[in-house]
């Protein structure tokens, strides 16, 4: 099975790039998802979170509370490199265990990850999709989106690779500077080159 890879930055569209492929019916993998999966209440994760950060990263209902956690480790990089270094081997595990439940189930699968290029999840990946979008626009979107300011979405794509970084290593690029309807056309195309590009994997 072809193993796609789908990024970009904060806000920059990867759950809507990741909709329209779903529309197309092809599965996604989300690694937002799944790191939210491995600190869900009774994970060995989120004890470990709290033994470091103190009981107050908690809320009262046993969650981890994600805001708290957000503006303590986007504040101190010492901080997110230990979250990090706790979260970033178990949810490549988890990637890695449902990568394998798709096997000869489909022609390829998504993995949609803000980190792919950052971490060693794009060693899973056989075809590298980057959602490009320019800066201004990104920080727009994402603050309207989160109600975050300016500056805190800024402290987080601090932490992320610069925009041309992450187009200099995409095997292909979405544009999603304009309407969502001009993303769904752009996936439509992708998704047959996919294809393809699947069916020649299969007979080699
Ligand atoms: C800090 C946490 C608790 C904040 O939770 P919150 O619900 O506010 O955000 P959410 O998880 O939905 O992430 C939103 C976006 O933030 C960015 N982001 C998250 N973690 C990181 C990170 N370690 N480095 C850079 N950007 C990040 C991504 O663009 C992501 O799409 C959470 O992001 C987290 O646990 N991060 C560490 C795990 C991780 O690296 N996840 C990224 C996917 S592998
Ligand atoms: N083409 C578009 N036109 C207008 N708004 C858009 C478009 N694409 C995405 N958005 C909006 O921009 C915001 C960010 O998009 P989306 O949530 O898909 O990004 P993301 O890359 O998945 O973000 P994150 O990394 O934070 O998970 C959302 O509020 C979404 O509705």
């Not at 081997?89 to 394998?100: A, H, N, Q, S, V």
């Not at 994402?142 to 300011?149: A, F, K, P, W």
């Given at each position: 099975m072809l193993v796609v890879g789908l990024t970009g930055g904060i806000g920059s569209g990867k759950s809507a790039a990741s909709e329209a492929f779903a529309k197309l019916g092809r599965p996604i993998i989300d690694a937002?998802?799944?790191a939210r999966e491995v600190v869900e209440p009774g994970e060995e994760a989120l004890a470990k979170i709290a033994e470091h950060f103190g009981e107050a990263v908690l809320q009262d209902d046993g969650h981890l509370n994600r805001a708290m956690l957000r503006d303590i480790v986007f504040q101190e990089?010492?901080?997110?490199?230990?979250?990090?270094?706790?979260?970033?081997?178990?949810?490549?595990?988890?990637?890695?265990?449902?990568?394998?439940?798709?096997?000869?189930?489909?022609?390829?699968?998504?993995?949609?990850?803000?980190?792919?290029?950052?971490?060693?999840?794009?060693?899973?990946?056989?075809?590298?999709?980057?959602?490009?979008i320019e800066e201004a626009l990104q920080i727009k979107r994402?603050?309207?989106?989160?109600?975050?300011?300016?500056?805190q979405v800024e402290r987080i794509m601090a932490a992320q690779l610069s925009r041309a970084e992450r187009a200099a290593k995409a095997d292909?690029?979405?544009?999603?500077?304009?309407?969502?309807?001009?993303?769904?056309?752009?996936?439509?195309?992708?998704?047959?080159?996919?294809?393809?590009?699947?069916?020649e994997e299969y007979q080699a």
């Open positions: 937002d998802v799944v990089s010492k901080h997110r490199e230990w979250l990090e270094q706790l979260l970033h081997p178990i949810i490549r595990t988890r990637i890695m265990d449902k990568l394998e439940s798709y096997q000869g189930q489909e022609a390829y699968a998504i993995l949609a990850s803000p980190l792919l290029l950052e971490t060693d999840q794009h060693k899973l990946v056989d075809h590298i999709v980057v959602v490009d994402t603050s309207e989106r989160d109600g975050n300011t300016p500056d292909s690029l979405l544009d999603n500077n304009t309407t969502r309807e001009a993303l769904e056309q752009q996936v439509a195309t992708l998704d047959k080159k996919l294809r393809s590009l699947a069916a």
